[in-house]
């Protein structure tokens, strides 16, 4: 079995090596740089731009600014096309604008022979603004009279929803209910990704040609053409090895403008490198999301209605728009289906923010910190145990959203709980830290979450495969789907070698995606990859071995039921090996009968979803005094599925474990007030946890085969940053007796709530 082996990455050596060839590594030859000019306002116009002293700069090829720039609105998520208009994502992009909308926004581009001359090109150019008041919060931005960010949206608005589902009111206004009211607010965090976002553009036979680290190859190339207002097939996108992205470069970042830059200078090659800098100020980030929350609970502890209130600060510019705030507040639905009835409203609104975009689990960590505290509140002062609550309100098997349709097709998650209670010892720890005195106090906490599987049915699911027989019986597995650091081009060949009968080993993949050869696909993201493109992968498996043995028959017509294993032709009852995979393939290229070139290639449209899920359990440490956590323990307990690589799903887990504990102590963008300037925009002030703020990381899982997975497989990609949080959050509730609702728990923050808990 291929599947379910615990095999080494087959990238693992060229990255240790060094042999591994990223963005910046590719082009041999001469390039030209680029270096973007940024707004020192952030809200207003651009009234003048005087280039004549940087033009003047020996070894300046270019200066173009806002003024000369195409008019051309354009989308840059990450997301399939629509051919809806309805389902197409909001246009709200120039390459260079007028109208500055956040600190730092790009207004004009430098391009020149070298690095140094393009730096001091930009502290040539002259700027002339007319300023507008900066609103860094939602509340500032919906005020009456407030200037609009965006013209088409003037109360800054850019979308607000309500779902209904069921009767609420009927149970949130029943007097012999309990009722409980719930505030929560989640931060701004950036991706860090060790790879800023690169790339370079040249132009070859009237094509332009664009390397970049992406998430979305695909996608890049049509907002590309989107964004120049020229034909999608005049673009080849090339993806190399990826240095992280974690849904950052699951956006069109600075592709477009490169590539119009390109277009400028004779076709020739410019490169954009941003620095950390600008990748905090000028990329994506994790939107900061406020929950106002009901809640209607019987004295049983069932959970009968809930009303969600959701306001998302989406920046300057849409970015993915109202998506994430929208997944949200459906998450927070999920994962405790409402007895009576649920109510959900969701507010997008433009601020002077910099943009947030897709981050690693897509709106589901902000509603998961809301949803777990609330749960945690309310056993608290109902003196639940907190586990027992949640143990009696979690999705059932067999749940269908009533919204969407996406159905629970399997579900281990009361065995993922009762796994991790086991492991932090929970009951033990629960009366042990009951009650405590001192300043430095313990406690246990715990949460969990549920998290579908790709984007289906809100977007388009399609992936496709190409396998193609090579003539020593390897095989070379060819996808649009990426590899971005996360294992995806190991488990790719794992369930390729499954379909089709051969080792692992005697799969061949290449990590470069481009756009002219790629088969479609649009991406990594939405944990989308094992599910989507593995349907494909298994449906071009299947067919290639239909193929294979097709051809076999023609070459043993005496032989009974052929079946193809571990890369040979067997005789179907005995097992006996008849013909190995090589002989097969020279004979097929090679014949004077009958040459053909094996290969097959199918695409995949996914039309189903379904639910992982996983909980989370620490045990912190708290210095009251000094604001101080430390976790002692944790582990997150994950029922994707059947696991397709075991030791590459407890990286997976790890990974976004430490993302987890960033979040929840120390991680947080800020800004000044006045200016709307990122005060902490670098790795020294903008506070990463480090392998000293580390306990040891622990990841466990259930194994519950999924029927709708391609072999039963679900979510893993981003589930395992959700749920540490609120777990963390919560084990201090459990120590202190304060309930803290504002991430993160900075020592700051701790010592504000401790002393208003009259723990100081």
Known sequence: MEVGRAYTRVDAADKVTGRA??????????????????????????????????????????????????????????????????????????????????????????????????????????????????????????????????????????????????????????????????????????????????????????????????????????????????????????????????????????????????????????????????????????????????????????????????????????????AIVANAVNGFRQTYPDAVGHRSVAYTVYTNRPAPGAMRGYGIPQCDFAGECLMEDIAREMNWDPYQFRLKNIMPLGYVDPTNGITCYSTALARCMEKGRDFIRWDELRAKYQNQTGPVRRGVGMAVFSYKTGVYPISLETASARIVLNQDGTVQLQLGATEIGQGGDTVFCQMAAQAIGLPTERVNIVSTQDTDTAPFDTGAYASRQTYVTGKAIKKAGELFREKVLSYAREMLPQAGELDLRAGEIVDGGSGESLLTLEELAMEAFYSLEHSVHITAEVTNHCKENTFAFGCCFAEVEVDIPVGKVKVLRIVNVHDSGRLINPKLAEAQVHGGMSMGIGYALSEEMKFDPATGRLLNGNLLDYKLPTAMDHPELTALFVEDEDPSGPFGNKALGEPPAIPVAPAIRNAVLHATGVAVNTLPLSPQRLVEEFRKGGLI
Not at 45 to 73: E, H, Y
Not at 176 to 197: K, M, R, S
Not at 204 to 217: A, K, L
Not at 218 to 229: D, E, P
């Open 21 to 322: 060839r990223y963005t910046d590594d590719l082009h041999d030859g001469p390039m030209l740089v680029a270096k973007i000019l940024h707004s020192t306002i952030a809200n207003g116009w651009v009234k003048s731009i005087d280039t004549a002293a940087a033009r003047a700069l020996p070894g300046v090829v270019k200066v173009l600014t806002c003024f000369d720039a195409p008019q051309i609105q354009y989308p840059t998520p990450g997301h399939p096309w629509s051919t809806d208009p309805g389902h197409q994502d909001v246009a709200d992009r120039l390459l260079l604008t007028r109208r500055v909308r956040i600190y730092g926004d790009d207004i004009a581009v430098v391009v020149a022979e070298d690095e140094v001359t393009a730096r001091r090109a930009l502290k040539l150019i002259r700027v002339e603004y007319e300023s507008c008041p900066v609103m860094l919060e939602p509340e500032q931005a919906m005020e009456p009279g407030a200037v609009p960010i965006h013209e088409e949206h003037p109360d800054n608005i850019l979308k607000r929803t309500e779902t209904v589902v069921g009767q609420p009111d009927e149970a949130l206004s029943d007097p012999a209910l309990l009722h409980f009211e719930g505030h929560y607010q989640t931060q701004q965090v950036q991706h860090c990704h060790i790879e800023n976002p690169i790339s370079y553009a040249y132009m070859e036979h009237g094509r332009i040609t664009v390397v970049t680290s992406t998430q979305i190859p695909h996608i890049v190339r049509r907002v590309i053409g989107q964004a120049l207002g020229i034909g999608w097939g005049q673009i080849r996108v090339i993806k190399p090895y990826i240095g992280g992205g974690f849904g950052n470069k699951q956006e069109v970042l600075y592709e477009p403008l490169n590539a119009w830059l390109t277009t400028q200078v004779g076709g020739r090659c410019v490169k954009l490198d941003v620095s950390r800098e600008e990748t905090f100020q000028n990329t994506r980030s994790r939107h900061p999301i406020r929950f106002d929350i009901k809640a209607a609970v019987s004295s049983q502890g069932r959970i009968m209605a809930r009303e969600c209130v959701a306001i998302s600060n989406q920046g300057g510019y849409a970015s993915h728009g109202h």
